[in-house]
């Protein structure tokens, strides 16, 4: 059974502050890891995406992935009012199940102005 | 045109209605997807369709019935559904099943009295 962990939060940050979003993963042959941010009401929209172990950057957006550990994060840089959503992370890939996207729970995001 | 457009928004049907949702994507994504999101809980994989063909269906009961006219559209069937089952409805689409990277559509908002 594919898992992925995430601390629901909710994780409070003041504006301009660096936040960081975790999410640990269960299954050692997942190739594929995605964040995705939800407003309220609104449906998921994909913001990074990473394949390979290290660091991929986006703008205020940075990924970060350990296959060794199994981890992945999600660091946003100057964090504005307008970041605050929940924040899922996703995994595709190992086993026998390389079709399904596996979704974590979710960690909500409040950005204090 | 990089968008899943999902209609309708909303829908509200009694338990005894059919009523269908749509889906329609023009990225010349291969694979199509239903998802059900209940409040604060994430993404659950409903139906996976792969090159116009049903390739997972996640056990959902046959009151929900998925159909994929052409690479562009998919659609929704819905009938004798329970108040449970009342939950945002997303679409989504990639360029192949096994890649993620998953674009969502907007949901429908479905409410069954």
């Known amino acids: 059974q594919k898992e992925v962990e995430q601390n629901s939060g909710p994780l409070s940050v003041p504006e301009g502050a660096i936040a960081s979003l975790n999410c640990t993963y269960s299954?050692?042959?997942?190739?594929?890891f995605f964040w995705y941010r939800q407003y309220s009401g609104k449906s998921p929209e994909l913001i990074m995406s990473?394949?390979?172990?290290g660091d991929k950057e986006d703008g205020r957006f940075t990924a970060q992935l350990n296959k060794a550990s199994q981890y992945v994060s999600l660091l946003i840089r100057d964090s504005q009012p307008s970041d605050s959503a929940t924040y899922l992370c996703?995994?595709?890939?190992?086993?026998?199940?390389?079709?399904?996207?596996?979704f974590g729970k979710g960690t909500l995001l409040t950005v204090n102005p | 045109d990089t968008e899943v457009t999902q209609t309708p928004k909303h829908l509200v049907m009694g338990m005894t209605n059919k009523k269908s949702l749509k889906c329609e994507q023009h990225?010349?994504?291969?694979?199509m997807y239903w998802y059900k999101q209940k409040a604060k809980k994430p993404p659950e994989l409903m139906f996976v369709?792969?090159?116009?063909?049903?390739?997972i269906n996640e056990s959902v009961p046959s009151r929900f019935s998925p159909e994929c006219p052409n690479s562009s559209l998919l659609n929704l069937h819905l009938h004798a559904l329970q108040p449970e089952d009342s939950a945002l409805y997303l679409c989504?689409?990639?360029?192949?099943?096994?890649?993620?990277?998953?674009?969502f559509g907007s949901g429908t908002r479905l409410t069954v009295v």
């Open positions: 989504a689409s990639s360029q192949e099943v096994q890649l993620g990277g998953y674009t």
């Open positions: 299954d050692r042959g997942s190739q594929s």
């Open positions: 990473i394949y390979s172990n």
């Open positions: 996703a995994v595709i890939g190992g086993g026998g199940s390389n079709y399904k996207l596996t």
């Open positions: 990225m010349g994504h291969r694979a």
């Open positions: 369709y792969s090159y116009e063909k049903l390739s």
